[in-house]
């Protein structure tokens, strides 16, 4: 028992907290960057497939811009090998900018959501209710969606996209429509992108309270440990 506690162990621990807080300091801007370039893969890899994902959706539709023609995809593949011949590889790739600039809405979701589950607990470490969980959720979705929506309709211009375009004529193309419809252009479906999203996050803040919560429980750790967080 005295070789466990003894100084030679204590010195072997020391050492290797030391080393590990080094290690872990030195290298933590890296974990940092790795963890910013797998969501930049993310937009990269999956930036085509939402391409041909709106071009379907839109399939049909009926555009009063001349410049948008009817598409007639059979299918998935056949829409990657229409748009890679009639508009190039880089058009599969329209929207990425945004696409990049739109991690931008969790983030704003959960430092709201956080904000204001502070704001009413006034410093008490106090469970919140689930009405409570739910209505601040509820708010910190509407900003965050509010806030980010202009982007995601400037995505979706680009992802239908004008034909044998360059990326320059693109943005262009998106001043015209802002002097056409005006700033509140941008925000056009929001109500609907509202409904869909608020409802949803509001619900999966409240389940993940509770489950946290359980998972305390669960553990033997006082509630306490839970309402500081």
Request: charged share 20%; with cysteine; aromatic share 10%.
């Given at each position: ?23 872990m300091t030195?290298?933590?801007?890296l ?7 797998q969501?930049?893969?993310?937009v ?6 939402w391409v ?5 959706k839109?399939?049909g ?9 009817p598409?007639?995809y ?15 590889v880089?058009s ?16 704003i ?5 956080e904000g204001l ?11 919140l209710?689930s009405?409570?969980?739910f209505?601040?959720g ?12 202009p ?10 996209c ?16 802002i ?6 252009g ?6 609907a992108?509202?409904?869909q ?8 803040f ?7 919560s ?6 033997g ?9």
């Open positions: 028992m005295n070789e466990v506690f003894s100084y030679e162990s204590l010195v072997h621990a020391l050492s290797g907290a030391v080393g590990s807080v080094t290690a030195v290298f933590f801007p974990d940092t960057a790795r963890l910013r370039l969501g930049v893969v993310n990269l890899v999956t930036t085509p497939l041909v994902n709106t071009r379907l839109l399939q539709s009926k555009f009063r811009n001349e410049d948008i023609r598409t007639t059979s299918g998935i593949l056949d829409a990657f090998v229409q748009i890679i011949r009639d508009e190039g880089g599969l790739w329209n929207g990425t900018f945004p696409s990049l600039l739109l991690v931008l809405n969790p983030a979701q959960f430092m709201i959501y589950k502070r704001k009413l607990r006034r410093g008490i470490p106090k469970e209710s009405l409570e969980v209505v601040i509820a708010i910190a979705k509407a900003v965050a969606t509010t806030v980010t929506y982007l995601q309709t400037i995505q979706s211009i680009l992802r239908v004008l034909h044998h375009m360059l990326f320059t004529f693109k943005i262009s193309r998106n001043y015209l429509y002097q056409k419809y005006g700033m509140l941008l925000f056009k479906g929001l109500e992108k509202l409904l999203t608020v409802l949803t996050a509001a619900l999966m409240l389940l993940y309270e509770k489950i946290a359980c998972t305390f429980r669960v553990m750790l006082s509630n306490n440990h839970y309402k500081r967080r």
